[in-house]
């Protein structure tokens, strides 16, 4: 059974671009969530989709969004992004909506994004 | 506000040695607790959960005890190898937050041959 599956692994993007991640969960799970790791931060909820509806979000701005496509893989996308924004976004799926069962979440080995 | 935090950044443990990784927390609401394990260039990996009605659970070579009197959680590894060295984090999640999981900081774990 495969795992979860984040491309791209590594990215360098310059300040006011915009980026997309992606993220393909274990098959059948259902619950996509996105965290933020940085060294200083540690790692930091972003939002969580389920069924193609978020369920759930952090406190980030609104340069960070989401979405959920009917066979559950997810994308990430952040705009304008500035320097601040270098860390390693993971993703990890479940199989439900944590709390319903299928709480223990998986994650992807991450992206890794530098903004220069 | 809710917060989880780890005692100490780094712990080195000797070969073969118990390890015991803390965590406090302060928000008594938080009703459910994981351990997850990251090594180095890998996403966080579940090694044990606990629910706030329990005050031990205990998996393979690995015990959480939960002492909900005073906030604090803790991580037991039986006879540490050297593939047990990683960043260990702590996590919670309140009763009502839709289970959003709040995360520790991490303490890296360091295995001395």
């Known amino acids: 059974k495969a795992g979860v599956t984040q491309t791209p692994r590594y990215l360098i993007k310059t300040r006011g671009q915009q980026v997309t991640l992606s993220c393909s969960p274990i098959?059948?799970?259902?619950?996509v969530s996105w965290y933020q790791q940085t060294p200083g931060q540690g790692l930091q909820f972003l939002f969580e989709?389920?069924?193609?509806?978020?369920?759930n979000k952090g406190n980030f701005p609104g340069r960070f969004s989401g979405r959920q496509f009917s066979n559950s893989r997810s994308e990430m996308n952040v705009s304008t992004l500035e320097l601040g924004d270098s860390a390693l976004y993971l993703c990890a799926s479940s199989l439900g909506l944590r709390g319903t069962g299928g709480t223990e979440a998986f994650f992807g080995q991450g992206t890794r994004l530098t903004v220069v | 506000g809710e917060s989880v935090g780890l005692h100490l950044p780094t712990l080195s443990v000797q070969e073969g040695d118990n390890s015991i990784i803390n965590c406090a927390y302060s928000?008594?609401?938080?009703?459910?607790f994981i351990w997850y394990k990251q090594e180095s260039g890998k996403g966080p990996q579940f090694i044990i959960d606990?629910?706030?009605n329990m005050d031990k659970r205990q998996g393979q070579r690995v015990t959480v005890l939960l002492n909900k009197t005073v906030k604090h959680l803790s991580l037991q590894i039986a006879a540490t190898q050297p593939g047990d060295s990683a960043v260990y984090f702590c996590a919670e999640t309140l009763r009502g937050s839709n289970y959003q999981l709040i995360w520790g900081a991490g303490t890296k774990l360091i295995i001395k041959p």
């Open positions: 989709y389920f069924s193609e509806t978020q369920r």
């Open positions: 098959s059948g799970h259902r619950s």
């Open positions: 606990i629910r706030s």
């Open positions: 928000n008594s609401a938080s009703d459910y």
